[in-house]
């Protein structure tokens, strides 16, 4: 095995590679938006650390995820240090997520391939945001989300390992374990065995790593956060999570398990390609075989999740294929640019149809798909949503809210985040956080029976639904003889009491 030179690349472009890396991820996402999306959690779970009064009903419900992370006091740790509002911050940190995942696919591109154009391929391939078929993830979200960040620091750990720092690559892993569990135990495993397989000095050390894990996962299990998860979930709970398809592989179609199920050969075909050409590096066997490790992973894990074991299902060991989808992009584009020969001009074409491909989809989705989007809404929309929601922030904290369901997916914002405010029920993200918790799950499933059909909402019901769970405001736009404290535009607020 040949192992090529680690070439001298020139430090100038890269802050130019990493502007557009930031910006054509951001197209291709439709547009950074706060608040969007599984923000709906991650925000008020923030806005609880900063200020604990501000959600007295609906704390329970918010711990239910946050007790599980440490990424909330972290952010709300470094919003109290630095005095900056949190729509700011998390644009700053959305960035800062961007240019770490840069970071992470350059080093690893300019390690893994002969030619910097290649290098410049992998990037641009890895802004073409996509769905990882039937899992509930994406390659690239329009907003700040701790898995992406987590994923940021995973790849970094991978292009450490590949440099031989395997201190600095479980360092890096430890890190993503903190901002978001699961998505670093895909890359811990993944390094784990990687290093494993290539470093037989290492299998002692991380032999007993994995004992000290095993230990501590016990304790999980028993006394800690994750006790009682390894019993099965009921009927009533499992109804609950109806929508929630990618969960269940078993309950798959035929095409979602062709698409993942081609990772495996297609990385095992260009490993070979690679070996027999002489260019594979020290670490790449390991990595294949880390890879392919996830996937036994998920084929063991396939009876429990049958059985409807708490903990596997909220593991979502689906998510292992963001893992494969990784290593086959970078395979793929080794292909593409370079493959046995490595000639300059074929890397050099095949960057360039790739960031076009890129910089035309971004257009497309931007200019066609969503023409009124802005590239980056930073805070809260001015629009008529969003100044009721400036409105709501205004009232005092213990103020309880109604409005339909499915208004974040409506305005782009969920209540408790654009109002700061205590909302009755929030069908998309609840039922979510519902996975978690059955508690929250069956609160959930009652509350949005209550407001079933609630575009026929009339005065008499809403005012029942304010007597029962002690309500103070429905927002909405229906026109309701009910006394109105606040309009913009379409959207009304209405006083209940």
């Not at 990618?246 to 062709?258: C, E, I, K, V």
């Not at 050409?277 to 020290?282: C, E, L």
Request: net charge positive; charged share 15%; hydrophobic share 55%.
């Amino acid at each position: 095995m040949v192992t090529p030179p680690a070439p001298r690349f020139p430090v100038w472009p890269v802050p130019i590679l990493f502007a557009a890396f930031v910006f054509l991820c951001t197209l291709n996402s439709a547009g950074y938006r706060y608040g969007a999306s599984d923000l709906a959690f991650y925000v008020p779970a923030v806005l609880d650390q900063i200020d604990p009064a501000l959600f007295p009903r609906d704390g329970p419900l918010i711990a239910g995820q946050a007790r599980l992370t440490t990424i909330d006091e972290a952010i709300a740790i470094i919003a109290w240090v630095t005095g900056q509002p949190l729509p700011a911050l998390l644009g700053v940190l959305y960035v800062a997520t961007l240019g770490l995942q840069a970071t992470g696919i350059w080093l690893i591109g300019t390690r893994l391939y002969r030619m910097r154009w290649t290098a410049i391929a992998l990037m641009a391939a890895m802004t073409l945001r996509h769905a990882i078929t039937r899992t509930g993830t994406n390659t690239l979200e329009g907003y700040f989300h701790p898995r992406q960040l987590a994923f940021g620091f995973g790849a970094l750990a991978i292009a450490m390992l590949m440099r031989g720092r395997p201190a600095a690559t479980a360092a890096l892993v430890l890190v993503a374990g903190v901002i978001h569990p699961t998505t670093a135990l895909w890359f811990a495993i993944w390094a784990a065995v990687a290093m494993a397989v290539t470093e037989p000095r290492l299998r002692g050390p991380l032999t007993a790593a994995a004992g000290l894990g095993a230990v501590a996962a016990a304790w999980l299990l028993r006394a800690g956060p994750l006790a009682g998860r390894l019993a099965p979930m009921d009927p009533q709970w499992l109804a609950t999570l109806v929508t929630k398809d990618y969960l269940f592989p078993l309950d798959w179609p035929l095409h979602a398990w062709l698409i993942n199920l081609a990772y495996a050969p297609l990385i095992v075909f260009v490993y070979r390609r690679r070996r027999d050409a002489g260019v594979t590096t020290p670490v790449e066997r390991g990595l294949v075989a880390g890879c392919l490790m996830l996937l036994l992973i998920f084929a063991v894990a396939l009876p429990l999740n049958a059985a409807r074991i708490a903990l596997v299902v909220q593991l979502q060991i689906p998510r292992t294929f963001w893992m494969l989808d990784f290593l086959a992009t970078l395979y793929a584009v080794w292909g593409l640019a370079e493959g046995a020969r490595g000639a300059a001009r074929r890397a050099q074409i095949t960057a360039a149809i790739i960031v076009l491909a890129s910089a035309t989809r971004g257009g497309y989705v931007m200019l066609i798909r969503f023409p009124d989007r802005p590239v980056a809404q930073v805070g809260i929309a001015d629009n008529d949503w969003g100044r009721a929601m400036a409105w709501a922030r205004a009232t005092a904290t213990d103020t309880a809210w109604v409005a339909d369901p499915m208004h974040a997916v409506r305005y782009g914002t969920s209540l408790r985040v654009a109002g700061e405010r205590d909302v009755f029920v929030e069908a998309v993200k609840d039922a979510a956080i519902g996975m978690y918790e059955r508690d929250v799950a069956m609160r959930t499933r009652d509350r949005l029976a209550e407001l079933d059909r609630f575009d026929t909402m009339t005065p008499e019901r809403a005012r029942s639904l304010a007597a029962r769970h002690g309500l103070d405001y429905l927002v909405t736009e229906l026109t309701l003889d009910l006394p109105r404290a606040f309009s913009s535009g379409a959207v009304q607020i209405y006083r209940l009491r």
